[in-house]
């Protein structure tokens, strides 16, 4: 079993690239960090309501879950609340990730998908780590287009996310995602040749 933990920042195309490779390569489970957290994050688990206990019940709907929206507004403008959430967030989701791999050792390639790998320290369990990283522009049209947001809003995501010369420094290898399909699976093929995959 190899795990290949893949990271970047927003709008940089991770997911995609994930997805690739569970299309690609035979018998590969994917493990998406921002989908465990969300799932742990329902009404009533121990990290819903270390959320709600530190940003307070504003942030609930009338259906009593977490308003993503006005979370994601209140944590990129105030880096000490984003802080917060990170450290519960590494204390559940991180343990579910390794449990989640340990149930699947039968698998011939986990892939961690984690905006925050580094962060987490989940690359300490990774074979590979792969950053993707792509042009500033490309990057904003995605997160807007994806998520409804202005331009200055996906600017500010950016702002406080690892840039990609810091993905450059930490990553085993680089994927750029700034061109075509045949680009990208001719940059995985040569990464992931290096671990025999």
Known sequence: ???????????????????????????VFIIDADKIAKQMSSIDTLYYKEIVNIFGKNIITEDLEI????????????????????????????????????????????????????????????????????????????????DKLSIKQAKDRLKVQLSDEDLKEKCDYIIENNSDIDCLNKQLEEALFCISI
């Open 1 to 27: 079993m190899k795990i290949i933990g893949i990271t970047g920042s927003s709008g940089s195309g991770k997911s995609f690239i994930s997805k690739i490779l569970l299309n690609k390569y035979y018998n």
């Open 67 to 146: 308003n993503r929206v006005m979370l994601a507004e209140i944590i990129f403008s105030d880096d000490e609340k984003r802080q917060k959430l990170n450290s519960i967030t590494f204390k559940y989701v991180v343990d579910e990730i390794k449990n989640i791999v340990k149930l699947n050792v039968d698998k011939n390639v986990i892939v961690i998908d984690a905006p925050l790998l580094f962060e987490s320290n989940l690359d300490k369990i990774c074979d590979i780590t792969l950053g993707v990283v792509c042009n500033e522009h490309i990057k904003i049209d995605r997160i807007c287009l994806r």
